[in-house]
Antibody, heavy 124, light 112 residues
Framework: QVRLVQSGAEVRKPGASVKVSCKASGYSFNDYYVQWVRQAPGQGPEWMGIINPNVGSTIYAQKFQGRITLTRDTSASTVYMELGSLRSEDTAVYYC?????????????????WGKGTTVTVSS | DIVMTQSPLSLSVTPGEPASISCRSSQNLLHRNGHNYLDWFLQKPGQSPQLLIYLGSNRASGVPDRFSGSGSGTDFTLKISRVEAEDVGVYFCMQALETPRTFGQGTKVDVK
């Protein structure tokens, strides 16, 4: 069964950092990019970044540049999202999602497998 | 960034009746390859988003055929032909043409 299992809820103070893990199972870890999306209470989802687990290359949304780091541990089939300089506005549920290719007349990529989410609360 | 705007923000539907959700993008999502880079997701209460429609009109695996997506360019529609109780939740559109991906604010659907 293809799954992404995320780490548990976290509480941090403003200015601190948090590291969330996302463990993949049921498929070849190196073959699928993983994206991170967060959702603040009552808001629409917000795309944060993406990592290629095979080589570790990353792309970040400009909004998070300088604060976000995506890494992976191929031996553990796990990707990590670290967000620093936390503020109250970073309180949200953080999701990892697999980017899956589908071949039609073109090759398209969609997010079809999602983790259950990790709640991060930033509060003094 | 591309701005995605959904309407209505909430919808209350009688089971068995149709429902329609609109999504507009601030930029043309029609790629030169002829496909519209627009996906639809449903987030059921307490769950992660699940993919319903990709490339504007292609149902994802396992999605019932009562769901359909249409539209092109900047205007898109998700239709549910006959709403069922299990369809409650928040529906999001997302553009996949550019990075960063951007989502609509969501349309909450409940059943009367």
């Amino acid at each position: 069964q293809v799954r992404l299992v995320q780490s548990g809820a976290e509480v941090r103070k403003p200015g601190a950092s948090v590291k969330v893990s996302c463990k993949a199972s049921g498929y070849s870890f190196n073959d699928y990019y993983v994206q991170w999306v967060r959702q603040a209470p009552g808001q629409g989802p917000e795309w944060m970044g993406i990592i290629n687990p095979n080589v570790g290359s990353t792309i970040y949304a400009q909004k998070f540049q300088g604060r976000i780091t995506l890494t992976r541990d191929t031996s553990a089939s796990t990707v990590y999202m670290e967000l620093g300089s936390l503020r109250s506005e970073d309180t949200a549920v953080y999701y990892c999602a697999r980017r899956t290719p589908v071949v039609l007349d073109i090759t398209y990529h969609y997010m079809d497998i999602w983790g259950k989410g990790t709640t991060v609360t930033v509060s003094s | 960034d591309i701005v995605m705007t959904q309407s209505p923000l909430s919808l209350s539907v009688t089971p068995g009746e149709p429902a329609s959700i609109s999504c507009r993008s601030s930029q043309n999502l029609l790629h030169r390859n002829g496909h519209n880079y627009l996906d639809w997701f449903l987030q059921k209460p307490g769950q992660s988003p699940q993919l319903l429609i990709y490339l504007g009109s292609n149902r994802a695996s396992g999605v019932p055929d009562r769901f359909s997506g249409s539209g092109s360019g900047t205007d898109f529609t998700l239709k549910i032909s006959r709403v069922e109780a299990e369809d409650v939740g928040v529906y999001f559109c997302m553009q996949a043409l550019e990075t960063p991906r951007t989502f609509g604010q969501g349309t909450k659907v409940d059943v009367k």
